[in-house]
């Protein structure tokens, strides 16, 4: 691998070396590298579909996946399917993510469906990253979708973000949470220029004392919209919360349209929105510091994507 893929491996998997652990990297639709350890297991697809399966032995602990894409092939297209079967009693760490360097004048696009089982008391912390770059017209595309099953006592952690460089963006989630399981989402995103993003997700909390929980931040600059469709569904007695934040700038135009569905007299489901511009006061106290406008911006934005 060359300067530009590891510089990608860094922005969307924190990778300076090759990871330590399992690991899948996928380099323009072809395997790169891969590393299995006694407990984890990562195979190519056998049924005629680009991606692999990942299995996670019972009561593994303490161990990392990554699974990385880069891309730098301008116009160069993939969907992808990988498929995350995780044993009972884990504790597991996973880091995907794709990276697209186009400097071309075609569009470069990933389009993923992870598939998560997620057996009894397994938890799981999912990590996804999205970056684009490169001096081309082309466009960076990236359309990933997220499909978790979650059985009695697990939970999943899931942090998605894309920070800056993707053109066009749809992103699917669908959560079921079985009983005393949970949920917890965090997404970041920021738009620019006239890029465009979509969010769709639905948490359904199906078993009793089932738990989920959304936080979405984003920001908007320029001429980019946003839209976000978050929808929590209780069907048993339990506890969801969708909170969606965001900072608009310039001429962008965001639209936030939680959901929140009660099937059950013991379902207690709460949604929260706000859209709004950075504060006054905030950019003075900063600019009173020593900040340039800009940089007093910057500042905030950052914090508020942390």
């Excluded at 019972?58 to 990554?66: D, F, Y």
């Excluded at 984003?218 to 007695?237: E, H, L, R, W």
Aim: with cysteine.
């Amino acid at each position: 691998m060359d300067n530009i893929d590891w510089k990608l491996l860094r922005e969307i998997a924190d990778l300076e070396k090759t990871p330590q652990g399992a690991y899948n990297i996928r380099r323009n639709g072809q395997l790169d590298a891969r590393s299995t350890t006694a407990n984890i297991d990562i195979t190519t697809k056998t049924d005629g579909k680009s991606g692999i399966d990942i299995r996670v032995k019972p009561g593994t602990k303490k161990e990392s996946v990554h699974i990385p894409v880069i891309i730098h092939d301008t116009g160069f297209k993939e969907l992808v399917y990988n498929d995350f079967f995780i044993g009972e009693d884990c504790d597991i760490d996973i880091v995907a993510g794709c990276g697209i360097h186009n400097t071309g004048c075609e569009t470069a696009q990933h389009d993923g469906l992870h598939t998560f089982y997620i057996g009894k008391n397994s938890k799981v912390r999912y990590v996804e990253r999205h970056y684009g770059e490169g001096e081309g017209t082309g466009s960076r595309v990236f359309n990933p979708k997220t499909v978790v099953y979650l059985e009695e006592g697990a939970s999943i952690q899931m942090e998605t973000t894309q920070i800056r460089g993707v053109d066009s963006t749809k992103r699917d989630t669908r959560i079921v949470v079985g009983k005393n399981a949970e949920a917890v989402i965090t997404e970041k995103l920021l738009t620019h220029g006239s890029q465009t993003a979509e969010s769709n997700m639905e948490i359904i909390l199906d078993g009793e004392d089932a738990t989920g929980r959304v936080i979405s931040r984003s920001v908007a600059q320029d001429q980019s919209q946003q839209i976000f469709y978050p929808k929590m569904t209780g069907n048993a007695k339990c506890f969801g919360h969708v909170q969606c934040d965001s900072i608009i700038m310039g001429e962008a135009k965001i639209s936030s349209i939680p959901a929140i569905v009660a099937n059950h007299v013991d379902a207690q489901l709460i949604h929260e929105a706000a859209i709004g511009r950075i504060a006054g006061d905030q950019l003075l106290k900063l600019m009173t510091l020593g900040l340039t406008e800009q940089e007093a911006e910057e500042k905030i934005l950052n914090g508020f994507l942390q």
